[in-house]
Each structure stands twice: as structure tokens, then as C-alpha cells.
């Protein structure tokens, strides 16, 4: 099954979409607030909101995030709506810059530069699109490898992620790889040179505690996932 990556992030339907679910963000619907240590001495606050939106049809579970510098000061501030899943990482880039991805929604990505304070978000048309749940960047490659859900299955996509603040190329993994593998779970990443891993891995608990135990990995030599970007 094809995702439909068009991006509708800036278009007035999906706007006032967004315009609509703000409502979530009452104070009658705060659940409390977390702190988070992000690389760099950056720190970030989220407050956590849980309420029906659009006349009671529609529970959301949402969050407000400002996210600070190693001085205190605020240097980004944003909403997510569908916040179950949520990524938030400080990039630094093979251009010398830093750039922090978040998310606004389940199915979207979001990339701030910290320097210029820039921001680009790209939210798929396909509304039944990839969920993502983590992502890792290889400087070496500027290749962006998200790993999610699409069709509640795990999965994983390649980003060229050169130009960080602009429009890019997606490339389903599965494209890469045999056509009878499939992960029971979604995959962590490592490089192994030039070679990205992908492991399938379970946690099992054992009498010394829990342990992971490798399934099985799926390796991807540099020319396959470089051609597949190009």
C-alpha cells in the first residue's frame, strides 16, 4: 500500500482543521507537565492536555511544548495535537547548523533551525499516512531514517535530508529490502559503516531483569539506499 506524501501542512482546509482542535487546550483539560533533558543543554517543558473537541465528537490527547537553550531562554514553542507518539531531538547537521524535529500531529514531521529560527513542516495528505515513533540522522549521508507504524505494521522510511527546511524524498524501505521480510516490531537503527542495520528486537524478561533478544537484522549497503535517494 502507497502513502500519499503530498504535503497539505500549509493549505487553508488543514489550517482550519488545526484551528479547530485548539479548543482542546483548556485548562479544564491540563493533565500535568513533564521536563525533558534534550542534547546540547537544551531542556524542553510539555504540558499534557486530554478533552473532547468539535462538539464532544472527537477526545483528543494533546501537548504544548516550549523548548529553551542551556541559558533558559524560550527559543521555540508549538502544539501537537495527537500527541501518543512524539519525537523531539536536537539535529546537529552536516551544514555546521542546528535544528530541532518535533511533531505537530501523529503522521507529520516538523524541523526548526534554532539559528535562523526558520521553521518547515510536512504533514502527508494521506490521512491513514506513516506514524512515526522515532528518527535518526547520519551526517555522513544527510539521509533521515524514520521508523514507525503505516497500516498499524512497522515500517521504515528514508528522508535525503540535505536541505532540512525544504521539500524531500521519501523512499519506503521495503522497496530495499526482500519482499518476504516483515518486522514484528519497529526496528532500531545502527550504522555499520556505510551500511545501515535495521534490528528487530524484543524485550524478555528474565530472572537478572530484562534483556533484549535479537530476532533477526536486515542490512542495507550504501549503494542500494543512496541510488533509492538519488
Given amino acids: ?23 482542546v487546550y483548556s485548562p479544564k483539560n491540563f493533565k500535568g507537565a513533564e521536563f525533558i533533558e ?15 473537541v468539535e462538539w464532544g465528537k472527537y477526545g483528543l490527547i494533546a501537548s504544548e511544548t516550549f523548548v529553551y537553550d542551556s541559558l533558559g531562554a524560550e527559543v521555540h514553542h508549538y502544539f501537537n495535537h495527537e500527541s501518543s507518539t512524539e519525537i523531539l531531538k536536537i539535529i546537529n547537521h552536516s551544514d555546521g547548523n542546528q535544528y530541532l524535529l518535533f511533531q505537530t500531529e501523529l503522521r507529520d514531521y516538523g524541523v526548526f533551525d534554532l539559528a535562523s529560527k526558520k521553521s518547515f513542516i510536512h504533514v502527508p495528505q494521506d490521512e491513514n499516512s506513516f506514524i512515526w515513533v522515532d528518527a535518526n540522522y547520519n551526517p555522513a549521508y544527510d539521509i533521515l531514517v524514520a521508523t514507525g507504524l503505516f497500516a498499524a505494521g512497522p515500517t521504515v522510511h528514508l528522508l535525503r535530508f540535505k ?3 525544504e521539500e524531500t524524498k521519501w523512499v519506503d524501505i521495503a522497496s530495499l529490502i ?26 524478555v524478561d528474565k530472572p537478572e531483569g530484562k534483556e533484549m533478544m535479537i530476532l533477526k537484522e536486515v542490512s542495507i549497503p550504501w549503494d542500494a539506499y543512496i541510488s533509492a535517494l538519488s
Fill in 163 to 165: 536541505n532540512p527546511l
Fill in 178 to 203: 526482500p519482499d518476504s521480510y516483515e518486522f514484528l516490531d519497529v526496528p532500531m537503527v545502527r550504522w555499520d559503516g556505510d551500511t545501515l542495520v535495521l534490528t528487530d528486537a524484543m524485550e
Fill in 38 to 52: 534534550l542534547t546540547d543543554g537544551y531542556t524542553a517543558k510539555r504540558n499534557h492536555y486530554e478533552g473532547k
Fill in 1 to 23: 500500500m502507497e502513502c500519499d506524501f503530498t504535503n497539505i501542512a500549509y493549505s487553508q482546509k488543514y489550517l482550519r482543521q488545526r484551528k479547530r482542535k485548539d479548543a
